[in-house]
């Protein structure tokens, strides 16, 4: 009885882990993806799940840090509170529009993506850094949007779909969902 219960919870785990996959069939054959995980006798590497993992806990970190400490960064750089909504709004928006770039790029490679979602999260976090020591009110609307810029969640999970071995794909997507919460709640 306690395996045929292990048995169904592992399929209803591989269901959701499934539904999240966004976009993507639920089958176990991944022709369609333009990216192929590299096959052979060598071990999986952990490192790139690792950094993707880091690159979701501080993109949704990011947000939790600005959230509630917009409205006084902009009322000490000479901004109205209000003006808090479009500190915020900015990176939304810019994420927006760089999920469609990220998705592209991602369909031919997910490291320079990555890299590039990494330099422009450190320079918009920068840049929204400086604002308060230059008492620059525009360095914190463009810091933020280029951090939006930088925000490249397509590719994360994309990349969890794509290249981490089927066995292996809903305990890294669980491992997303839990960095994502992490990262919100830090």
């Known amino acids: 009885e306690a395996k045929t219960k292990m048995q169904s919870s592992k399929s209803f785990l591989n269901f959701l882990s499934a539904i999240a996959m966004i976009g993507y069939p639920v089958h176990s054959s991944r022709s369609t993806s333009a990216i192929k995980p590299e096959s052979g006798a060598r071990k999986e590497s952990l490192l790139p799940q690792?950094?993707?993992?880091?690159?979701?806990?501080?993109y949704l970190?990011?947000?939790?840090?600005?959230?509630?400490?917009?409205?006084?960064?902009?009322?000490?750089?000479g901004l109205k509170e209000n003006t808090s909504g479009i500190i915020v709004?900015?990176?939304p928006f810019a994420a927006m529009i760089s999920a469609l770039v990220y998705?592209?790029?991602?369909?031919?490679?997910?490291?320079?993506?990555?890299?590039?979602?990494?330099?422009?999260?450190?320079?918009?976090?920068?840049?929204?850094?400086?604002?308060?020591?230059?008492?620059?009110?525009?360095?914190?609307?463009?810091?933020?949007?280029?951090?939006?810029?930088?925000g490249c969640r397509a590719v994360n999970r994309r990349y969890i779909a794509d290249v981490v071995p089927e066995q292996n794909r809903t305990?890294?997507?669980?491992?997303?969902?839990?960095?994502?919460?992490?990262?919100?709640?830090?």
């Open 89 to 91: 709004g900015m990176t």
């Open 103 to 150: 998705s592209y790029w991602s369909s031919y490679s997910f490291k320079q993506p990555m890299l590039c979602s990494t330099i422009l999260l450190i320079s918009g976090n920068a840049l929204y850094a400086t604002a308060w020591d230059y008492n620059a009110p525009y360095f914190l609307i463009l810091g933020r949007f280029i951090t939006g810029l930088g």
């Open 171 to 186: 305990s890294a997507s669980s491992m997303f969902v839990a960095v994502s919460a992490l990262g919100m709640a830090f």
């Open 61 to 77: 970190c990011n947000y939790n840090i600005c959230l509630p400490t917009a409205g006084m960064y902009a009322v000490h750089l």
């Open 50 to 58: 690792y950094l993707n993992l880091a690159s979701t806990f501080f």
